[in-house]
């Protein structure tokens, strides 16, 4: 009885792969029904499930996939042609076996009676009987079945492997990834994932042992402990990643069913599946994913009539791009259909009171889009039942800041909408800042993290003022509400003489944390807390620090819930817009003794200092050795046409510029960084020559605008 | 395996229990809820928590929340010299560490019938306490480890200590 239940449960793992495959072939199908490719994997999947299902005594199963078999075997013979209700009738037949597969997993039989088997092989069997083939009909359909299939596949019938080694059509993709992988359960991976987690730890503690040694073998030992537990650390988390294309793999199913549901035609291109992200943020985005899908159908691409009114080919477009980008998983859902007209989402936002008109009237034709994503909003106009199910696109935004991620969308009214989901790479593990306060130190996840200031003597009685008991910074022009941590935390701040800010973000809500020290930023794993603590929204869980202690996670978001920083009436507008709008962010630089270059700060992943001796060569280039691997670098000077004079001190200043394959990181030597500043640009084409694209005024002063591919092609890294 | 403590439940079929004092009470806990006991760890307290809440112990890169029984159960707080020690039991896929005065020793019951609580304790005792086993030379007093780590938390709590 127990070697059947391991039976089963091997048979139900491996079926369920097979039917997605499944899905996605019969959806392929209906594209090109000639494919006899398509069919034959088609037929074998199902047959597989056949035999095995025999073997196990699952009668219904079996029934079903038989007749299934039948009229597959005669579409790949030939005798009968692909249609719409053939195709129709085969992906019920799918639906049903997966509600027996079900069935299965939960009671080890196929006999619940909730799921309803005849009616589809009464379909299937109508099908088999309006075959045009003349002799058919007269033959009971069973009889003719078993003689094509032991003729074809005679290996077949006890073997529950789903692609049989004599198989000729197209075995060698499908076994290499058989062959070259290990099913391993979840659970185990999590596991070890604490395991390495502590193994670190314990390493760490080690190191700082060791370190005042005067024992050289132990000093040794602990080197390469402390190299194999950063590489099984880095490696176990990648065993985690998987690859977008497992959570696609249904979309073909749903745009298919949708289209049909809803008369349109809909070309779904997808590109980039083999993109990875960590397992649990694959579940997490699955959802907000398929209703952005769902969206993009029902709201977004027209009816083909509509669509040819409008001088559109009549059949529209969806394509879904996955790329990394700067240490996150970017996800494009764009749509060719009739987009977003901000006035009418303007108009629905002042009727369900979502903004004032007042308000409205200040924002940006880009902030108006944003508003879909409101509590309380949702545009369809009547409740569909595709997506206007009271899940809105809110809900969507939450749940993916939930996970660390966010989703804005852009429209082009007439031409299309594409909204773009930014997550993160893992979730277990992601940048912190680390802060003090009151002997405890907290962790602020880093993409909640917009800059730090610090004030200090006159400049805090100027920068720093009380509205009415709600102390406010300015900040370059803005005003900033101020929040301690100290108070927050339900302790006193101490009126010190200076004042450490965090300014951070989270939704429209941007505010400053006043803490009593900042440490260091680290890469923290994420450990949930009890849920004792769960009603305390401050908090988004907890890490291990190296030396062993807890800390907390401040949750940015439950902060400003909690101490009452609401969008406040300017906010939104003005903070989205901060973004969108013609303001720039520069890193204003020191180059050629004296002379101001700018750099986007969107560009620059860190500045650096390194000592002169560090510089080697590589060739012709000079390099710096950086974090585990080699940094080029370029002479910002040479590279614009002005004489170097960076190398006059001990240290060179280096602006670290990565695109977007972190692979592709290049050292920008400068003299010294100026500031930065948050400026309109207004450029001109005065100065323009090779790595210099114009010149602006900034802070009064005439400053180059550098052109960073120029300036990193230099260094021989692609850009 | 173990039935997750449903309130019904009078009689279970573990009679072992882990045994511990707490402000001269002797309590009891199931061996099979009990995953270790430890002495005091370092711990990270957590602002704003419910006063029970003692704070975070790493337990071997697991993160557990340290629940004061004394405070839980409404008793008079330790005296600052003082050190409780961690009892670590399962609850509901969690592990939480209850804080203890003191450790006994692991206990076999058999033959003593659970008895109810008597009503005069203290409610705040009474509440997580299954029933009472009467030994021959002491009381023990059988807690629920499910509803000892209960600890209603509400944002608004102001402040960590009173």
Same mark, same amino acid.
């Given at each position: 009885m127990d070697d059947d239940a391991e039976i089963i449960a091997e048979f139900l793992v491996e079926s369920h792969e097979n039917l997605d495959q499944l899905d996605r072939d019969l959806v392929e199908l209906e594209r090109e029904p000639g494919s006899r490719e398509r069919l034959s994997s088609i037929f074998r999947t199902i047959h597989t499930i056949k035999g095995t299902s025999g073997f196990l005594a699952l009668n219904r199963l079996e029934q079903?996939?038989?007749?299934?078999?039948? /009229?597959?075997?005669?579409?790949?013979?030939?005798?009968?042609?692909?249609?719409?209700?053939?195709?129709?009738?085969?992906?019920?037949?799918?639906?049903?076996?997966?509600?027996?597969?079900?069935?299965?997993?939960?009671?080890?039989?196929?006999?619940?009676?909730?799921? !309803?088997?005849?009616?589809?092989?009464?379909?299937?069997?109508?099908?088999?009987?309006?075959?045009?083939?003349?002799?058919?009909?007269?033959?009971?359909?069973?009889?003719?079945?078993?003689?094509?299939?032991?003729?074809?596949?005679?290996? /077949?019938?006890?073997?529950?492997?789903?692609?049989? #080694?004599?198989?000729?059509?197209?075995?060698?993709?499908?076994?290499?990834?058989?062959?070259?992988?290990?099913?391993?359960?979840?659970?185990?991976?999590?596991?070890?994932?604490?395991? &390495?987690?502590e193994l670190v730890l314990t390493r760490n503690q080690l190191l700082q042992r060791s370190l005042g040694s005067a024992d050289a073998e132990l000093v040794r030992a602990s080197q390469r402990l402390d190299l194999v537990a950063s590489e099984l650390q880095e490696s176990i988390m990648k065993t985690r990643m998987q690859p977008i294309g497992q959570i696609w793999s249904k979309l073909p199913r749903v745009v298919r069913d949708l289209s049909h549901q809803l008369?349109?035609?809909?070309?779904?291109?997808?590109?980039?599946?083999?993109?990875?992200?960590?397992?649990?943020?694959l579940e997490a985005v699955k959802d907000p994913l398929t209703h952005l899908v769902r969206n993009s159908l029902d709201h977004g691409i027209e009816p083909p009539d509509v669509r040819r009114a409008a001088g559109k080919e009549p059949k529209g477009t969806l394509s879904l791009r996955a790329y990394h980008e700067s240490g996150q998983v970017v996800v494009e859902i764009a749509d060719?259909?009739?987009?977003?007209?901000?006035?009418?989402?303007?108009?629905?936002?002042?009727?369900?009171?979502?903004?004032?008109?007042?308000?409205?009237?200040?924002?940006?034709?880009?902030? &108006?889009?944003?508003?879909?994503?409101?509590?309380?909003?949702?545009?369809?106009?009547?409740?569909?039942?595709?997506?206007?199910?009271?899940?809105g696109m809110d809900v969507v935004r939450t749940n993916i800041e939930r996970i660390g991620g966010s989703v804005d969308v852009a429209s082009e009214p007439g031409r299309g909408t594409t909204t773009r989901v930014r997550i993160p790479l893992t979730l277990a593990i992601i940048p912190a800042l680390v802060v003090g306060e009151g002997g405890e130190r907290y962790a602020i996840p880093q993409a909640n993290l917009v800059e730090l200031v610090r004030i200090e003597g006159d400049d805090l009685s100027r920068q720093v003022e009380d509205l009415a008991g709600a102390p406010v /910074?300015?900040?370059?022009?803005?005003?900033?509400?101020l929040?301690?941590?100290?108070?927050?935390?339900?302790?006193?701040?101490?009126?010190?003489?200076?004042?450490?800010? &965090?300014?951070?973000q989270s939704d429209d809500v941007r505010f400053g944390l006043c803490v009593s020290e900042v440490h260091d930023t680290q890469e923290i794993v994420v450990k949930p807390i009890g849920r004792q603590l769960k009603a305390l929204s401050m908090y988004a869980g907890a890490t291990i620090m190296g030396d062993g202690r807890v800390a907390l996670i401040l949750d940015v978001a439950g902060i400003a819930a909690t101490v009452g920083v609401g969008a406040t009436q300017q906010e939104p507008a003005d903070r989205a817009a901060g973004g969108a709008d013609d303001r720039t962010a520069l890193l204003v630089l020191?180059?050629?003794?004296?002379?101001?270059?700018?750099?986007?700060?969107?560009?620059?992943?860190?500045?650096?200092?390194?000592?002169?001796?560090?510089?080697?060569?590589? #060739?012709? !280039?000079?390099?710096?050795?950086?974090?585990?691997?080699?940094?080029?670098?370029?002479?910002?000077?040479?590279?614009?046409?002005?004489?170097?004079?960076?190398?006059?001190?001990?240290?060179?200043?280096?602006?670290?510029?990565?695109?977007?394959?972190?692979?592709?990181?290049?050292?920008?030597?400068?003299?010294?960084?100026l500031d930065v500043v948050e400026v309109v640009v207004d450029a001109s084409e005065v100065g323009r020559r090779t790595g210099v694209t114009g010149s602006a005024v900034v802070q009064d002063r005439v400053t180059d605008l550098v052109d960073l591919d120029a300036v990193v092609r230099r260094s021989g890294v692609p850009a | 395996m173990h039935t997750g403590g449903s309130p019904g439940t009078t009689t279970r079929t573990s009679e072992q229990y882990c045994t511990f004092w707490v402000a001269g009470l002797f309590f009891g806990v199931?061996?099979?809820?009990?995953?270790?006991?430890?002495?005091?760890?370092?711990?990270?307290?957590?602002?704003?928590?419910?006063?029970?809440?003692?704070?975070?112990?790493?337990?071997?890169?697991?993160?557990?929340?340290?629940?004061d029984l004394r405070v839980r159960l409404g008793l008079p707080d330790r005296s600052g010299d003082e050190l409780p020690m961690n009892v670590i039991v399962r609850s509901r896929g969690e592990v939480v560490s209850l804080l203890v005065d003191d450790i006994g020793d692991v206990i076999d019951t058999a033959g003593v019938d659970l008895q109810p609580a008597p009503t005069t304790m203290p409610r705040g005792v009474q509440d997580v306490v299954r029933g009472v086993r009467p030994l021959p030379e002491s009381i023990l007093l059988v807690l629920d480890a499910d509803r000892a780590v209960d600890v209603a938390t509400t944002p608004d709590n102001p402040g960590g200590t009173p």
């Open positions: 079903l996939t038989h007749v299934g078999e039948t /009229l597959l075997s005669r579409l790949r013979d030939g005798e009968v042609v692909m249609t719409p209700p053939i195709a129709e009738g085969l992906l019920s037949m799918v639906d049903t076996v997966r509600a027996l597969l079900d069935g299965i997993e939960r009671t080890g039989r196929d006999t619940d009676p909730a799921i !309803a088997v005849d009616p589809v092989v009464a379909v299937l069997e109508a099908l088999l009987a309006a075959d045009p083939v003349a002799e058919e009909p007269v033959v009971p359909p069973p009889a003719p079945e078993p003689a094509p299939e032991p003729a074809s596949e005679p290996a /077949l019938e006890r073997e529950p492997e789903p692609v049989p #080694g004599p198989e000729p059509e197209e075995p060698g993709e499908r076994r290499t990834v058989v062959d070259s992988s290990v099913r391993v359960d979840v659970d185990l991976l999590d596991d070890l994932v604490d395991l &390495v987690g008369g349109r035609e809909v070309e779904l291109m997808m590109e980039g599946h083999e993109t990875e992200l960590d397992r649990s943020l060719d259909g009739k987009g977003i007209d901000p006035a009418t989402i303007g108009a629905v936002a002042v009727d369900r009171g979502v903004v004032t008109r007042d308000q409205l009237a200040r924002m940006e034709a880009r902030d &108006v889009l944003g508003l879909i994503f409101r509590p309380g909003f949702s545009t369809a106009a009547a409740v569909s039942n595709i997506s206007g199910r009271g899940v /910074l300015r900040l370059r022009g803005r005003l900033l509400p929040v301690s941590l100290a108070e927050t935390l339900g302790g006193s701040s101490s009126g010190d003489e200076a004042l450490t800010v &965090v300014v951070l020191e180059v050629a003794d004296g002379r101001r270059a700018a750099l986007p700060l969107a560009a620059v992943a860190r500045l650096e200092e390194f000592g002169r001796d560090r510089v080697e060569r590589s #060739g012709t !280039a000079e390099v710096v050795q950086y974090r585990d691997g080699i940094l080029p670098l370029v002479r910002l000077a040479a590279a614009i046409g002005l004489p170097d004079t960076s190398d006059q001190g001990d240290q060179i200043s280096v602006v670290v510029h990565e695109s977007g394959d972190a692979t592709g990181a290049v050292g920008i030597v400068i003299d010294r960084v | 199931a061996v099979d809820e009990v995953q270790e006991v430890l002495r005091l760890q370092p711990m990270t307290p957590v602002p704003r928590a419910d006063r029970a809440v003692t704070g975070l112990i790493n337990l071997r890169g697991q993160i557990v929340t340290a629940v």
